[in-house]
């Protein structure tokens, strides 16, 4: 018996000593936090940059791969539509889509970001010296296999190019190209305390398109309207920022042409203006400053405080025209929603 109580008070000893021991370990583990993503504050790794323009006429939609990006910009083109330039770097989809041409104003647009690597189908002969000697990663359609850029068989050209996004970042590990990581492009991301407008829904305007957003109070994010159509992916997810800038810039005709003879505008992006940045369901007034191409833009109130951008997605559109807003009255805000 005496044996037994020996064994046992042993096995308690061992047990208490044990849970101290252990005790003590847990409280000595540090849980590292996830990581967030500098672009879009949402959580994500900082990887390297990868710049896809995709086409944004009718025909492109509805487009792949948006609901990844990290930035998206609006740009005017020829005729007064629109095309986009979306930036990746959390998450990288494996296809992106439907690419199209690059643009003069694509060029300060992307110095911002340092050495990126960027996806397109073409560009005038005029401009393409001008890609091969800006700090990017020249990775257009015309230097790789059509196992990168692909065909989707569903989709009319020249609305038909996909991107294998996979494949073309596995070549740049292969070859080892030197594309940046993801840096801070002027803005931080936290909670505003700017005055802001409450509104119901913004209507921003080119020549020949236009975007809409209203506010998604239950997912807090903006839902956009392209052409006053509901702007879907092609995996019927509604498309839609967090954080919507409306830049005001200066847009006037460059020395460049597409293959019918249109002039392609340049949107100034370095300097300074004016703009919105569209949180929270409501309006900011704003101004914006970029002083050189390797810097980013910094937004800030009319009292000179910077704003910060809500966590997640943002898109920027880059027009010359004010935006028409659909303010929220007090009863209004007050009346129960259905």
């Not at 990581?35 to 790794?45: A, D, P």
């Not at 409306?246 to 340049?266: C, E, H, L, M, N």
Request: with cysteine; proline share 6%.
């Amino acid at each position: 018996m005496r044996y037994k109580t020996i064994v046992l008070a042993a096995i308690a000893t061992s047990l208490l000593t044990g849970c101290a021991t252990l005790t003590q370990g847990f409280k000595s583990v540090v849980i590292a936090p996830e990581e967030i993503n500098v672009l879009s504050g949402r959580i994500g790794g900082n990887g390297p940059v990868l710049v896809v323009k995709i086409d944004d006429t009718k025909y492109a939609h509805p487009q792949i791969g948006l609901e990844a990006a990290d930035i998206v910009y609006i740009e005017q083109v020829e005729g007064g539509v629109t095309r986009l330039a979306a930036v990746f770097s959390s998450k990288i989809p494996d296809r992106i889509g439907p690419v199209r041409s690059a643009r003069i104003s694509d060029i300060d647009i992307l110095s911002q970001f340092g050495r990126v690597a960027f996806a397109y189908s073409g560009a005038q002969s005029k401009l393409l010296p001008i890609i091969d000697s800006a700090n990017l990663v020249n990775l257009g359609a015309q230097s790789q296999p059509p196992s990168i850029y692909t065909t989707d068989q569903s989709r009319n050209q020249p609305y038909a190019m996909v991107l294998r996004a996979d494949l073309l970042m596995q070549k740049i590990i292969d070859k080892g190209y030197q594309v940046d990581r993801a840096k801070s492009v002027g803005w931080g991301f936290g909670k505003s305390v700017a005055q802001a407008v409450p509104i119901s829904r913004v209507l921003i305007k080119w020549p020949a398109a236009s975007y809409g957003a209203t506010w998604s109070m239950s997912e807090k994010r903006w839902h956009l309207f392209h052409n006053n159509l509901i702007n879907l992916s092609d995996t019927g997810e509604k498309l839609g920022p967090t954080t919507l800038v409306i830049q005001i810039v200066a847009i006037s005709d460059s020395a460049y042409r597409d293959k019918f003879g249109a002039v392609t505008p340049f949107s100034q992006t370095i300097g300074t203006g004016t703009g919105y940045i569209l949180r929270d369901g409501t309006s900011i007034t704003a101004t914006w400053s970029r002083e050189s191409p390797d810097v980013g833009t910094t937004w800030r109130g009319l009292d000179g405080i910077e704003i910060p951008f809500a966590p997640g997605q943002v898109w920027v559109a880059l027009t010359d025209t004010e935006p028409d807003f659909t303010l929220i009255t007090p009863s209004a805000k007050s009346s129960p929603t259905k």
